[in-house]
Nanobody, 131 residues
């Protein structure tokens, strides 16, 4: 059974940084499309970044709101997905989820992907950014 486990969330002040990790068991990231999504209270879940390693990759895409501040990466040797978040803003406050889906997802930009495109999800890690 595929398990994705996020870690690295926490509370930071605006301008700070966090690195989220997503470790997988019974699943390999190679040639699969990996995504980070977030959901703020009262809002819909939105795609933040997507990446693929191998196959059609490397290919990454970002939501406009995080481009230039967040970096998604995959370490295939450790089977771990990362999201480096810099210059954090209060509006980045949300529950962050990693997700895994078929490689062809990453032929599209994250802005064109939804939760339904990803079959496997982690439990989420909370990020709180204070002003």
């Amino acid at each position: 059974q595929v398990q994705l486990v996020e870690s690295g969330g926490g509370s930071v002040q605006a301008g700070g940084s966090l690195r989220l990790s997503c470790a997988a068991s019974a699943y390999t990231y190679s040639r699969n499309c990996m995504g980070w999504f977030r959901q703020a209270p009262g809002k819909e879940r939105e795609g933040v970044a997507a990446a693929i390693s191998g196959g059609i990759g490397p290919h990454t895409s970002y939501a406009d709101s995080v481009k230039g501040r967040f970096t998604i990466s995959i370490d295939n040797a450790k089977n771990t997905l990362y999201l480096q978040m810099n210059s954090l803003k209060p509006e980045d406050t949300a529950m962050y989820y990693c997700a895994a889906g078929p490689g062809w997802n990453c032929r599209r930009d994250i802005r064109g992907l939804t939760s339904a495109d990803f079959a496997h999800w982690g439990q989420g890690t909370r990020v709180t950014v204070s002003s």
